[in-house]
Structure formats: structure tokens, C-alpha cells
């Protein structure tokens, strides 16, 4: 018996307690070097005319004995040597698994993880096997041997057989284990069956080069007999038939030009678990210095774990056919955590580990056209089809809104116009570019009102007040909303009508119009304004100067009403948004009211003292309740201005879906009124 050396002890250590869930991935590792085997001797065969082989026949073989409990795959390739066999499987000489050892010494106690994220290699078959043997015939030699192990102190290798060149590697399954205190039961006997293999190599290894095959048995109804009569019952018999496992041609390797749009959703549904169609296939291949293949899927509804903690995002990492890693999240940003699909590229080595994958250039690169195919396919899908991109935001929108806010804006170029918002004015999901270019010259900002509902938002004061200056406003209903606006700060819309400050010039560019010139067009930036809070500078210069007068007149008023309110508003004034009602509550400073809202219902709520918005009592000097307002001063009835101050401001607070701080009271003054 020779000993392993002492890195490996730590290796097999490691596979043989490990609590690893997945330790179905062993299939993944064996049959893949076997596929490496096979690829070793077909690439001898291309490169040295003196080697005959068909390559047809080039394949690896998966077989089972129940009984025996027996898993054996086999390979035709190119076989290993008896110093090969001590060298490549005594020792972790080989990169990959020093990798291993180094990340592992760095992160003791933390295997569960290292495990899932490695290329473990052929040691990871003592994680399902007590005993394994290799029964290798180097190509080009005579005879074979077999290298034989459990796993513990050591290994053998002796002089064996084998009818011509390749590797037999023969597990001995372990036994079924119960769940105890300190495991999860394991179904080790799913490995010795055939739905279980064929369930495992489509899973993991569904694209591997060559045929993994199986003998498998089915059943066929037999011949009927040619005397048989009108009662005949057909006979069914069961057969063996070597099957082929895998389906080898990986789909995104195939030019979209030769696949159907039915093939890539076929794929979408059965690999990622869809019972619908995805709303977008997107396939691409990158060459240069960096060459791979993608294939991504737009969901068309939102899985039901999607906003949920335990949510993985992340797209299929795949190397040479072999699929590294189920979930890459650094292949997708946070706020496209929707798309799934997968990532094939002979340049990213099956050993990489997580360690290595943040800090992987080649990684990054990839993720990073990832990331602009993206968002340019939900351009292309927003203008082509906009019922179906609709149903997409509703399902996803969040995510890419919150992408802006949680950037503080960064991502604001890439995203904004990817959203969509209810347009008061169209009643209607539009975008923010269709938002300006609908704009009259005379609009100085984009206008929006926050709430959880869109009739009542529809409803209030001061949006109907900015309504009836023939400027639209954005209805917006996602607690998310109001935070990525002011992550935003502004939005750039570009090639709308060139605006001419100046009279002779824009007279001018009405003549040459006219006389057929192409209108002038410009990039112009707007600054996202709620309705609800800080200036809206609607006021026209006449407007303006009416409030400062009234502002001026009605100084007193003002002043007894602040009074009157102390501790709930910063101010009372003049009104430049209102239309129709009497009074409205806004805000300064960055704290909006249904933020306020927003954040009391968020955990910050349970944490103790929430922030307050500055709140402002705005009255329109036009409205009947402001001439009474202005009589009670005027008579000198203090009670009357301090009772109607306060019920203009409980309603206010009403309207704006807010209760009045002490509803009792509220009730109170109304019956006074009455
Ligand atoms: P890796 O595949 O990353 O090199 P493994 O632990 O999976 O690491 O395998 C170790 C080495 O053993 C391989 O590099 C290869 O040289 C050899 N080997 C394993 N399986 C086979 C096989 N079926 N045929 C030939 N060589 C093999
Ligand atoms: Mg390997």
C-alpha cells in the first residue's frame, strides 16, 4: 500500500465527511475527465496522421450493478500509465486541486461552500463511494493496471487487464444513510439507477462533447401472432437499448439562424423550471481575445421567490461543455437578477473558485456585455412590443427602479428609460422620453405625485393643480418610486424641438421651417419634481407678483396660523399649485410625505423615532375659505383662526391619504363649525 501524500489526506478527508448537499456533482467530475481522456486521444489522432482511430466510436459509458452496488464509467480515451495513475490520482500535482488546497486553507470551517463552487475533481468520488477502483490502459501499451482505494490512508496499483485503451472507474456506492442530528439522509441509491443518471448527466453534463451512454431497458409491445383473434390483449416485452444520455450539441453553440424560436423556449422551460414562454430569448457568441457563448432569457412573469431573501441570482457558468457552476452571480447585476441563462467559454478554467471569480478580469468582461445586451434587448423589446414589455416592467420594473435608487443614481443612464410610469394626463404606462417629448415649450421639470393609489392620487389638489397648467404628471404607486426619482435628480431626454429663448431667434427658425428646413433639435435636462413638495416655480411673473403682495397683506394671518399649528408645519403661504381646493400640505427638504409613509411601514418604523418631513400649509388666496380666513383676522376672532387653521390642515392631511393626528379632535372642530 502507498500512502497519500499529505494534501491529498486533507482532500479525501474533507469528501469522504463532507456535508455537502450536492454531492451528486462526483458524476459531473468523473465523466468530464473522461470526456478530457477522450478529447486527449482525438486530438493525438488529429495531430499524428500514424494514429488511426474513428472517431465515431469515441465515447463514454455509464453502467450499474444494483446488486454489487456498482457504478462504473468508462471511457475509450486515452488511458493512463502505471506511474500515471500513481502521479495523477496519489497526489493533487494537478492545478486544479491545489487551488483547492490553498482557497481551503484560507477558509477553514467553511467547506460546505468550497465544495459547491470548485471543479473538486476525481477525489470527489469518495464522497459517494467507500471504495474506488481504476482499471486504466494507456494508449499505445500492452497491458493495464489498476489503482485501487478507499479513500483513507492509501492506495495500490497492481498489474490488471483490460481489452484495449481507455479507463473503467469503478465506485462502490455507499449505503443509504437516514437523516441524523448531524446529516441530512442520503439517497446514495439513486446513483445505482437509471432515471437517477440519466436525471444527473442532463443536468450537469447535458453538453459534453461526446455520447455518454447508457444500456437501458425499455418495453415494446410484442408481434402479434398472426392467428391471433378479435380478444387479442397486445403482450409487452422488455429490451436493452445502449442509449445516448446527453444531447451533446449545445443549443447556444448552434447560430440562432438555426434554431426555431419553439427550440429556445423548449430549452427555457425545461432548464430553468418555466411553465411559460420566456418573453425574450437573447443568444449572441463573443470573439477576439475572449471568446464565448451566451444565451439568455427574459422571464415573461416573475418567479414566485423573486423578491425573497432566499432568491439566487446568477447565469450558468459553463467550460467546455461542462457546467461549472448552476448560479454565476457575478455574471448579472443586481437589478437584472430576473435573467437566467448561460455562459459558455473555453477561456474560464473548470477549476475556478468563487474567490478567484470576483476578482476574474475575463469574468467581468463578460458580465459587463451581459449587462448592455441586456438592457439593449429591453430597449428593442420595449419598441417592438409594448403590450408584452408592459407585462414585463409590471413583473420586473421594481428591480430596475431600484437598481437606480440603490446606484444613487449611477445606473440612472442605462435604466431610466427602461421604466415606465401612469401618465395622468394620456392615462397610460409611458416613458419618460415620451413624457418630454409631450411637454409644452413652457415646462421647466418633470412632474410626479407619490402614493399607493392611482385614482386618489389622480384626485388630489395639487396635481390637479399642475394638470390645469397643461403639464402632465407621473402617477407613481411603487413605494420605490419617489426614492429612485430622487436618486435621479434629473432625467436628460434627447432630440426634442430646439427651444428658443430668444424671440428673433425662434421667429427665425419658424421661417426656415417653413421654408422646409429640418426643425433644430436638442438634448435638454429636466429635474424630477413631486408635485407635493419643495418649488415647483409654476407661478407665472404676474402670479408671482400677486403672492408676494398677498404674502405681504395677509402677513398677520399668516403668522397666527403658524401659531396656531406650531410643531406641524415650518410654514404657511401662498399657494402657486393649487386649482380648486382650499389648502394643500407639502414638503421641503428631501423627506416627502408618502416617503414618510413609506419609511413607516419599512422596519426603520419598529427601530423608534422616524424622521418627520418640514411641512408647509399652502392656501389658495383664491378660494372662499380664504376670505373667511381673511373676515376672522380682520373681526379680530383669534379661536376662529386658530380652529380653521387647524382644520384646513387635518384635511389636507385627509387628502393626502394621511390621518389627522388626533381624529377626536378633528371630529370635534367640525361640529363646532356645523
Ligand atoms: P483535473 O481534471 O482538474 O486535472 P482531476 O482530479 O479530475 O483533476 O483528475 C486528475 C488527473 O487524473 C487528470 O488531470 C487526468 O490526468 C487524470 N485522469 C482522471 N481521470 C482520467 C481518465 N478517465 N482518463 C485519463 N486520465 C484521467
Ligand atoms: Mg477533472
Redesign the pocket.
Known amino acids: 500500500m502507498r500512502a497519500f501524500k499529505t494534501e491529498s489526506k486533507k482532500l479525501l478527508n474533507l469528501m469522504i465527511n463532507s456535508i455537502y448537499t450536492n454531492k451528486e456533482i462526483f458524476l459531473r467530475?468523473l465523466i468530464s475527465?473522461?470526456s478530457?481522456?477522450v478529447d486527449k486521444l482525438n486530438f493525438k489522432a488529429l495531430t499524428d496522421s500514424s494514429i488511426q482511430i474513428n472517431p465515431d466510436d469515441l465515447a463514454v459509458r455509464l453502467s450499474f450493478d444494483k446488486d454489487a452496488r456498482t457504478l462504473t464509467i468508462s471511457?475509450n480515451?486515452?488511458?493512463?500509465t502505471a506511474e500515471e495513475l500513481e502521479q495523477?490520482?496519489g497526489t493533487i500535482a494537478?492545478s486544479?486541486?491545489q487551488e483547492f488546497k490553498q482557497e481551503h486553507a484560507e477558509h477553514q470551517g467553511d467547506d460546505v461552500d468550497i465544495i459547491g463552487q470548485f471543479?473538486v475533481?476525481?477525489?470527489s468520488a469518495f464522497m459517494v463511494a467507500s471504495q474506488v477502483r481504476v482499471v486504466?490502459r494507456a494508449f499505445g501499451e500492452d497491458s493495464a493496471h489498476v489503482w485501487e482505494s478507499d479513500g483513507l490512508e492509501g492506495y495500490t496499483i497492481e498489474d490488471a487487464s483490460r481489452e484495449s485503451h481507455g479507463?473503467d472507474?469503478i465506485l462502490t456506492i455507499r449505503e443509504n444513510e437516514d437523516a441524523t442530528d448531524s446529516g441530512l439522509s442520503e439517497r446514495f441509491d439513486t446513483y445505482l439507477s437509471e432515471w437517477g443518471l440519466r436525471d444527473l448527466v442532463q443536468r450537469y453534463s447535458n453538453y459534453v462533447r461526446y455520447p455518454i451512454q447508457m444500456m437501458v431497458t425499455k418495453s415494446r409491445e410484442k408481434e402479434r401472432p398472426a392467428d391471433a383473434g378479435d380478444d387479442y390483449q397486445p403482450e409487452y416485452e422488455d429490451y436493452q437499448e445502449l442509449e445516448t444520455l446527453n444531447s451533446m450539441t449545445p443549443i447556444w453553440k448552434k447560430r440562432s439562424s438555426d434554431v426555431s424560436e419553439e427550440e429556445y423556449n423548449e430549452f427555457y422551460k425545461a432548464s430553468f423550471h418555466d411553465w411559460e414562454n420566456p418573453a425574450r430569448s437573447i443568444s449572441f457568441h463573443a470573439e477576439g481575445s475572449l471568446e464565448y457563448d451566451a444565451l439568455l432569457y427574459i422571464p415573461a412573469k416573475a418567479p414566485f421567490d423573486l423578491y425573497s431573501r432566499d432568491y439566487q441570482k446568477g447565469l450558468a457558468l459553463y467550460s467546455s461543455n461542462v457546467m461549472i457552476m448552476e448560479k454565476c452571480a457575478e455574471l448579472l447585476p443586481d437589478y437584472f437578477n430576473f435573467v437566467r441563462g448561460i455562459v459558455d467559454s473555453a477561456d474560464v478554467s473548470?477549476?475556478i473558485s468563487r474567490e478567484t471569480l470576483q476578482h476574474d478580469r475575463q469574468l467581468r468582461a463578460i458580465a459587463s456585455r451581459v449587462e448592455k445586451k441586456i438592457a439593449s434587448e429591453l430597449v428593442s423589446l420595449r419598441d417592438e412590443n409594448r403590450e408584452l414589455y408592459e407585462q414585463f416592467f409590471e413583473n420586473f420594473g421594481r428591480g430596475l427602479k431600484f437598481g437606480i435608487y440603490q446606484s444613487y443614481g449611477a445606473k440612472a443612464a442605462d435604466l431610466a428609460d427602461l421604466l415606465l410610469f401612469w401618465s395622468a394626463q394620456q392615462e397610460k404606462m409611458i416613458t419618460l422620453a415620451e413624457y418630454a417629448a409631450a411637454m409644452p415649450d413652457t415646462q421647466k421639470a418633470i412632474y410626479y405625485a407619490a402614493g399607493d393609489n392611482r385614482e386618489r392620487l389622480a384626485k388630489m389638489p395639487v396635481v390637479k393643480g399642475v394638470l390645469a397648467r397643461g403639464y402632465d404628471v407621473l402617477l407613481c404607486t411603487a413605494d420605490v418610486d419617489e426614492f429612485t426619482f430622487q436618486a435621479m435628480r434629473n432625467y436628460q431626454a434627447h432630440g426634442l424641438p430646439k427651444v428658443y429663448e430668444d424671440a428673433a431667434a425662434a421667429e427665425a427658425a419658424r421661417k426656415a421651417q417653413a421654408d422646409g428646413a429640418e426643425p433644430e433639435l436638442e438634448d435638454r435636462t429636466f429635474e424630477l419634481k413631486n408635485v407635493a413638495s419643495g418649488d415647483l416655480d409654476l407661478a407665472t411673473e404676474d402670479e408671482k407678483k400677486d403672492a408676494e403682495a398677498a404674502t405681504k397683506e395677509h402677513e398677520n394671518l399668516f403668522a397666527a396660523m403658524k401659531e396656531a399649528l406650531a410643531g406641524k408645519v415650518e410654514r404657511v403661504s401662498v399657494s402657486a399649485r393649487l386649482a380648486e381646493a382650499p389648502a394643500c400640505i407639502t414638503t421641503e427638504g428631501a423627506l416627502s410625505l408618502e416617503m414618510e409613509k413609506v419609511l413607516a411601514r419599512g422596519p426603520e418604523a419598529d427601530a423608534g423615532e422616524l424622521p418627520r418631513s418640514q411641512r408647509v400649509l399652502e392656501l389658495n388666496t383664491k378660494h372662499a375659505v380664504f376670505d373667511k380666513l381673511v373676515a376672522a383676522q380682520a373681526a379680530g376672532d383669534a379661536e376662529r383662526v386658530q380652529l380653521m387653521a387647524e382644520l384646513l390642515y387635518d384635511q389636507a392631511l385627509l387628502v393626502e391619504g394621511m390621518l389627522p393626528e388626533d381624529p377626536v379632535a378633528f371630529a370635534q372642530r367640525v361640529c363646532e363649525l356645523m
Do not use: K, Q, R
Open positions: 467530475e475527465n473522461a478530457d481522456a471511457d480515451g486515452i488511458g493512463m495523477n490520482l494537478h486544479g486541486s471543479g475533481g476525481f477525489y486504466s479507463t472507474v473548470l477549476n
